[in-house]
């Protein structure tokens, strides 16, 4: 299993019945994963903080705030997590409404506690991938942030596939002091070689394509 902010997946439970958030997270951690209970919808939120990694298992009808609203106000802000749905009252309407906005497993109570943590593990295995993809965009981002104002250029005309002695040209700068530039940006950024380079940008920002 990929690692999150915290190291290891997290499975945030959201439920108003004790015995039933109990049980779950009982269930989650016998396959050694973390595990955080919550109430209701609102009591997440007061938790949710936008870089979460993990799988919220959620319950439909709560008090105040039900699971569907929760999760249709997690969809607008794009939090990436994987909800699963688990409920005693779910319908075909209320199914579908959820799978709209993105449910990832639609679980009706009482659930086979496999069937469960095979959906858990699902999402989580599918949605590492998403979150590999933020945090190479974070680290291009930081590593970007540390370049100067001329390395930062220098970079956008490498970007573009242009030589150093072209790039020395347009900048009015002498060939080596390009490559001193073209030295500190491939450190800065972490890599070897301008390939690299080229790699992690496309990686981290689609829109980064050479011309």
Partial sequence: ???TQSGKATVF???DNPAVRDAIRWL??????????????????TAFQPGMRGCLVLDI???????????????????HLPVIIV??????????????????????KPFNDQVLIDAIQAALGKYSAVWE?????????????????????ILELLRRG????VIAAELDLSVRTVEGHRANITEKMGVKSLGQLIE???????DNVPN
């Fill in 28 to 45: 989650v951690e016998q396959i050694g994963l973390n595990a955080k209970t919550f109430a209701s919808a609102r009591d997440f939120l």
């Fill in 61 to 79: 009808r709560m008090p105040g705030m039900s699971g569907i609203e929760l999760q249709e106000k997690l969809s607008r802000e794009q939090a």
């Fill in 87 to 108: 409920t005693g009252h779910g319908d075909v309407p209320v199914t579908v409404r959820a799978m709209k906005t993105g449910a990832f497993e639609f679980l009706q």
């Fill in 133 to 153: 993809q933020e945090d190479k965009r974070s680290q291009a981002n930081r590593s970007l942030a540390a370049l100067t104002r001329r390395e930062r250029e």
């Fill in 1 to 3: 299993m990929k690692s």
């Fill in 162 to 165: 242009k030589p150093n002695k």
């Fill in 13 to 15: 439970i959201v439920d």
């Fill in 200 to 206: 992690l940008l496309l990686k981290s920002d689609p």
